[in-house]
């Protein structure tokens, strides 16, 4: 996914006939970044449409109501799930520095050389997240400008994406080198 991220950027770096950023960087690009979050967000709609089907089905049969929810129990379950998915980032973001799907991409977060970026910089950076979407995706868009590749929302966090030196192995998954037994006494 490097690879990908470096073609991205020279890319649009050509369409806009600027000269590119060819210093070796372990920032993360934007394909990559991207990747992972469809990883994240397959999974909390996964997690979240079975809570709110479930929910659905048993909200109206204790309540007595008809078959289906009124527009306003529809726009409260929407609600109830963007809160609860942005609590799942945020909270993966100040523990680890990683959601699952950085995990799977081998990324993480950095904040002045930790991976762990706390409570407080995790909030602010996802509050932050919307004001990169709203002007059509600029602050998505720094990424592949800048050479940093930091957008919006990591600048107003200090936060800076990183890919991971090594991925981490379970000890057990490593194959050990077999020493030879020893002969049995004549």
């Known amino acids: 996914t490097e690879a990908l ?45 079975i809570g709110s089907g479930l929910l659905a089905s048993v909200v109206p049969a204790v309540t007595g109501g008809s078959d289906g929810l009124s527009i306003w129990g529809v726009l409260t379950f929407g609600v109830v799930g963007f809160l609860i998915g942005s609590a799942i980032f945020i909270a993966f973001w100040a523990l680890v520095g990683q959601t699952p799907g950085m995990r799977f991409l081998s990324i993480h977060l950095d904040a002045a050389g930790r991976r762990e970026i706390g409570l407080r910089r995790a909030f602010k950076r996802m509050l932050a997240i919307p004001l990169s979407l709203l002007p059509v995706g600029l602050g998505f868009l720094a990424i592949l400008m800048s050479p940093e590749r930091r957008g919006w929302h990591d600048r107003i966090a200090g936060t ?27």
Do not use: C, F
């Open 5 to 49: 991220d470096d073609a991205a950027e020279r890319l649009v770096h050509g369409m806009l006939n600027r000269p590119g950023h060819e210093a070796e960087t372990n920032q993360v690009g934007l394909v990559t970044r991207a990747l992972a979050a469809v990883v994240d967000l397959a999974l909390i709609s996964a997690l979240l449409s």
């Open 160 to 186: 800076t994406v990183l890919y991971d030196e090594e991925a981490e192995r379970a000890p057990w998954s490593q194959l050990k080198e077999r020493r030879p037994e020893a002969e049995p006494p004549s």
